[in-house]
């Protein structure tokens, strides 16, 4: 059979073009979107807070740090609860001791002493991570040691973080810190090993009130789902456009 | 608390009012150094451009050293980032594995493309100095003269041809990189600006003049300090001169230097100029807009850190030493003392972005403080303390003396540029 170079060519390059085809009609993803596209979708952690319930026990945080591994003393804490007392004065005084993990057992704030007739009201605010939907921290690590998993939660690779400190920056919420012993940036990540082993996370089991609770926003019968789809809940410092995934039952609007 | 146990940030933070209990000052003294070192590497690369590329002849001596001054600068910006790393063995990462949505991902690239440009530069402008020295060595004795030889051969790179079309052609490359260099440069510093600016949940930071403001701020820090370091040097070597009673006049080297100061003192009163401008529009802007945030930063700006912004940064720092500049009769001694006034009022600018966007809690209730620790009793006190900063200080200038030994940026030894 005779072939001249021009036919040679043209038969190599139909032969390539049709060798390609099978492999560009797949679309590559990575094994995070192949997960989302199957089952990932079906779970999207959220966590409700009922500010109304809380009475500033401190047992939550203290759970958390023993969980989690925090040293019990240092000034650092994945989660906190903060009082709040707003005077007739129209003053509000905030604190935190601890980060409040050992109660509230005196109406003193910062060594000062408030005259319960001054008051006009009074609560307490647990803060956690807010697990955000755009999240400024996983944006800025400059080496992507803290990603967003499929179901929500952000979480941080010990073994990876360089502690540039730049995600602990970029927090609004003040949530990250750096971890004493690891040196590597912390943060709550909702109890991960325990969510996804079918536990609670340590602080909705320690609060004896209830006032935290955690559930799925994909599922509609979820009762936290529920209560945010049904009630008034608030977020916190939603200009910032984290779309934060902690929500709140009678948050005050003095709550920063 | 045991050694171990320190939370990094608690050390040198008092805490005033409400603050959040995980917030520290994070980014200390270093974080000041790392756009201060950096400023003074862009900065003094655009000065030796601005004879390189726009054919500034009287700035061809303090082109030169600038050019070399800013080699000797470039490791050094990134000693400060290196200091701070909580987990210093891991720096490399962001080469290996950069996100790239992040700022600082991009540090790696950036610095060493500059890096390159900034090389290759100065191998296009010595090369026909290091091929002479190859030649004038050769016949000497000595091992000193020996091993100096190797490194200078090693310099040339193979390329010996020294014809006036070799050299015309080298000329033109310097020339070439000394123009993409200038984007680069003000990229590498823009992007430090960008860092900053791009941080939302920080009140003072957010803004998008921060990346101009930087790289004015910037070019003003490094044509100060390369017009320091240039009189401090000639004015030794005339100091000199005049004990040896030496073959270079000392006037000579006093007129040729008097011209060069008074046009780059030009070029630092513009810069001065436009930095302030943008500064000024900023603070304005914030306080008419007055956000959410505005209560807090102003009692920050205008009271807690008045003496810092008001008085240290924009007086002594900008309105003195721009003053200083303009009144006529300037002599080098002003000079030199306005130089000094201008390079601390681009530190206070630094320290009052850096320190004072954590001046003010997250919760806009409270108030951090920051006690720099002086004398160090642990290497995270030594290296975010006084002692940490001052060795950044004074490692370009170790590095130029290194440098300057086989790539002589001053008098009639320099290059062919």
Known sequence: MSCSRREFLKNTMAGAVAAAMPACSVILLAPG??????????????????TEKCVGCGLCVDACKTENEIPYDAPVSRTWVERYVITKDGETHIDSPKAGRDGFTTGEIRGEEIDPEDIDKAFFVPKLCNQCDNPPCVQVCPVGATYQTDDGVVLVDRKWCIGCGYCVMACPYGVRFFHPIHKTAEKCNFCYHRITDGKQAACVQACPFEARKMGNLRDPEDPVTKVISNERVQVLKDEYGTKPHVFYLGLDEKVR | MSADLVVHGAEWTVKELFVYPNEFIYWSIQIVMYPYMTGLVAGAFVLSSLYHVFGQKDLKEIAQFSLVFSLALLPVAAVPLLLHLQQPLRAMEPLLTPHFTSAIAAFGIVFSTYALIVLSEIWFVYRGYFVAQVHALRDQPGIGNSLRRSVYRGLTLGAYDVSDEALATDHKAAKILAAVGIPVACFLHGYAGFIFGSVKANALWMSPLMPVIFIMSAVVSGIALCML????????????????????????????????????????????????????????????????????????????????IFVLQYTLGNLVPFILLILPGRTIKRTVLALLLVLFGVFMMRWNVVIGGQAFSLSFSGYMHYHIPIIPHSVETFKEGVFGALFVITLPFILFWGINKFVPSLGRDAGTG
Do not use: C, H, P
């Open chain 2, 229 to 308: 370091t240039y009189i401090v040097i000639m004015e030794w070597q005339a100091f000199r001169n005049r004990r040896r009673g030496g073959a270079v006049q000392a006037s000579e080297i006093r007129g040729a230097e008097a011209d060069v100061v008074s046009k780059s003192a030009r070029y630092l009163l513009g810069f001065l100029v436009a930095a302030i401008s943008l500064e000024i529009l900023d603070l304005i802007f914030r306080g008419y807009t007055a956000m959410k945030s505005w209560d807090i930063l102003r009692s920050v700006m205008y009271g807690k850190d008045f003496m810092n």
């Open chain 1, 33 to 50: 979107e192949a997960k989302a596209m199957t089952d990932g979708s079906k779970l999207r952690w959220a966590f409700l807070v009922d």
